[in-house]
């Protein structure tokens, strides 16, 4: 079949640095774009159909963009309807489509994919429309994606996966205060300091459509009422005394201290002080292991084997339950730390780990 696109989106997938667990909680976080991204072309079609297709996937899905609403479509075609949907909500005239897809992003690697795809589909409909992609329909487009993710599609996530898809820079990282909805670059100047940061796929992939994600938000959103705060954003360590629950104490003991790790990193790259950022991502780990329990033991392994080959400083990056770790790494020690990483799966009975060099790239573009 012919295609002859009319416009085409592209958009970066994410690790995040630190803060986890913190979008949906009013609070602070520090992802920077990836090289790896999706992308995104599309054509009109005159009577209202949809037909999309992926080179990830075999099946195809047809339907119409008039029938289209939250839990009708499952699978990778309910991130791209679920785009379609949430911009037509926006009040936007969103056509029949036939719409191609493609990705490098790795599926379940807690490196964003799903919202890759969502601002590669947003970014090629605002090229149709003609709306200019400035910061102000960026950030239009990054909401639009964060109603298609959490509505559509029903993954309780929060927005930092679209916001630094949408505004990354070039060489930075993006500061994001879900507070008051306001971001700043924070320049990442590791390749003159010697230094790179190694991201490894564990391979055990995770959903966050379902299972422990949910239940974490939830826990978050049930301590922040114990404490009579509107999130736990508005919680200090000494509140969290007030919390008869256990669990809930422990969740929300992350969540603050998480915040405060993220103003300390920034604090630690502005002094280029990496030692201290190691330290950093090492506590964010274990509180993410032990206070938060989102962790896993291929997680684990590959935190350990990789500070034990060199890493400043290593953690699981993403949602949990699975996905990737990202290791502050000198660069002499690179090639080591991916070995050892080898090394170790191996001996544990484990499927190979990827690995993938992750360098501070630019946000979503079209054509």
């Not at 309780?156 to 949408?166: E, H, L």
Request: contains cysteine.
């Amino acid at each position: 079949m012919d295609f002859n696109p009319a416009a085409i989106g592209r958009a970066p997938g994410r690790v995040n640095l630190i803060g986890e667990h913190t979008d949906y909680n009013a609070g602070l976080c520090l992802p920077l774009a990836l090289p790896r991204a999706a992308s995104a072309a599309v054509a009109p079609r005159p009577d209202g159909s949809l037909d999309l297709r992926s080179e990830s996937f075999e099946d195809p899905w047809r339907g119409n963009v008039e029938d289209l609403a939250p839990g009708t479509v499952s699978g990778w075609a309910g991130y791209v309807t679920g785009v379609l949907w949430a911009l037509r909500q926006s009040g936007l005239d969103v056509p029949g489509l036939d719409v191609r897809v493609d990705s490098d992003v790795p599926i379940g690697a807690g490196l964003s994919s799903s919202a890759a795809l969502e601002c590669a589909v947003a970014v090629a409909v605002a090229g149709l429309l003609d709306l200019p992609l400035s910061e102000k329909v960026r950030t239009r487009l990054a909401h639009v994606c964060v109603r298609a993710e959490t509505e559509y599609v029903g993954a309780p996530t929060g927005g930092m996966d679209q916001t630094v898809a949408m505004l990354a820079t070039e060489g930075s990282a993006l500061l994001i205060d879900f507070d008051d909805d306001t971001t700043r670059d924070v320049p990442l100047p590791l390749a003159e300091e010697g230094l790179t940061l190694v991201v490894t796929d564990t391979g055990v992939t995770h959903d966050h459509a379902t299972g422990g994600y949910a239940e974490r938000r939830q826990e978050c959103e049930a301590a922040a009422r114990a404490l009579g705060v509107a999130s736990l954003r508005r919680a200090s360590p000494a509140d969290l005394d007030g919390l008869d629950d256990e669990v809930l104490r422990r969740r929300a003991r992350h969540v603050v201290t998480e915040n405060a790790r993220v103003t300390d990193a920034v604090d630690a790259i502005g002094r280029r002080d990496w030692p201290a950022l190691g330290l950093l991502l090492d506590a964010s780990h274990l509180s993410l292991r032990d206070e938060f329990e989102v962790s896993c033991p291929e997680l684990d392994l590959a935190v350990v084997t990789a500070r034990e080959a060199g890493a400043l400083g290593a953690r699981m990056t993403g949602g949990g339950f699975g996905g990737s770790v990202v290791s502050l790494v000198p660069e002499e020690r690179a090639s080591a730390v991916t070995t050892a990483l080898d090394v170790a799966f191996a001996a544990a009975g484990l499927a190979a780990p990827a690995h993938l060099t992750a360098t501070a790239s630019g946000g979503a573009s079209a054509g």
